[in-house]
């Protein structure tokens, strides 16, 4: 299910510098601004990829991590840890690959 | 009248514009072969516009209002505003074309399709990658459609197909002896932010480009509608390929190269039709 909120934190930390400033500087006012759920709240503070995945755009989540500096092989392997989603019937192991950050 | 200089076809992965200098050499050069190519058979068509499909990577709309298709009428557009292509396209803006735009989305709404239009869209590294790598004029005008290819649901195949058919009927009816090529870009197989980041899924892209080279529409259609909810996220990208394929009759199909390209993350597509090689 989209969380809206999230949606639109992670979506503003792509267009407002001012934003991501201050996100960098004080993380918790800046999700103060937005309607986020305290257990959301918690995932972004603990970094939990398998918690925020399923409530926003995968474009939108990889944009996320790459700005909360997370390198992309640890948001590869988080990822890889989830398991594929049933309904979508992705039952392709993801494959190691050689990505640069 | 004006009349189809050629459709085109290139992936846009943007790790190519983060990690360029660092890429393993062989591998820059075979991406730079085929954007040669390709920009090289763009060229050789001899366009006064072209027309660009791509997705719009949440620059210029969000899930507070997202278009199916947006056709961007306007005299200039903004360059890509990402951080990673200012140091490889430091481009502010880009030429449109007001007239052929205007004459599209008419033609679009006469035909009871119902796309957004944009005065002024901002060019992400979906339309700007192949323009950088194709080695495009810069005073070349774009006429920019953004389809969106990341946020489910999206267009059906079917209405992808119509959608190339009436871009095609619209460069045929513009009334200015123009020659309008077609540029559709993302893709083949990919995997972005989802459990499966990083697959590059070779079966998909081979079948995909069976089907392109067939040019059987219904067959695509049913092979793409099947397959792709059992690939990656970014293959809904070949939706931009579609539009071009559809364009060009769905016919002369032509693999420029094609090969997996871990170190970029996507199934490195590359393709034209109806294009002839350069002297």
Known sequence: MTDYWLSKLFFDLQHDEKLAADFRQDMASAIDRYEIAPAVRKALFADDVAVLAPLVNAYLLRFYFQIRGMPQEEFMARLHALKPNPVQSKTVEAKPVNANG | ?279
């Open chain 2, 1 to 279: 009248m004006a009349s189809f200089a050629g459709a085109f076809a290139a992936c846009h992965p943007p790790l190519m514009a983060r990690n360029w200098e660092s890429l393993p050499q062989d591998h820059r050069a075979r991406l730079t072969m085929a954007f040669d190519e390709l920009g090289q058979r763009l060229r050789a068509s001899r366009p006064d516009l072209l027309v660009v499909i791509s997705p719009d990577h949440w620059v210029n709309f969000f899930i507070s209002n997202l278009p199916a298709v947006c056709i961007g009428i306007g005299a200039e557009h903004d360059g890509p505003p990402e951080p990673f292509m200012q140091k490889v396209y430091p481009r502010e803006r880009l030429p449109g074309h007001e007239a052929f735009g205007r004459h599209l989305l008419e033609r679009a709404l006469d035909s009871d399709f119902e796309p957004a239009l944009s005065h002024r869209l901002k060019l992400d590294h979906g339309t700007c990658i192949p323009l950088w790598r194709m080695g495009i004029e810069s005073t070349l005008p774009i006429v920019p459609i953004l389809v969106n290819d990341l946020e489910e649901p999206m267009l059906s195949m079917r209405r992808c197909l119509a959608w190339g058919r009436l871009i095609r009927h619209a460069i045929e009816s513009f009334p200015s002896p123009l020659r309008i090529a077609v540029l559709g870009t993302g893709g083949l197989s990919h995997s972005v932010g989802e459990a499966t980041m990083g697959w590059i899924d070779e079966d998909f892209d081979h079948k995909c480009i069976r089907h392109f080279e067939d040019g059987d529409d219904e067959r695509l259609a049913q092979f793409l509608t099947d397959a792709l909810p059992r690939t990656g996220n970014g293959a809904h990208e070949i939706r931009d390929w579609v539009i071009a394929h559809a364009a060009a009759g769905s016919r002369g199909f032509e693999l420029i190269d094609y090969f997996p390209s871990p170190e970029t993350l996507v199934g490195a597509g590359f393709a034209c039709w109806n294009s002839s090689k350069p002297n």
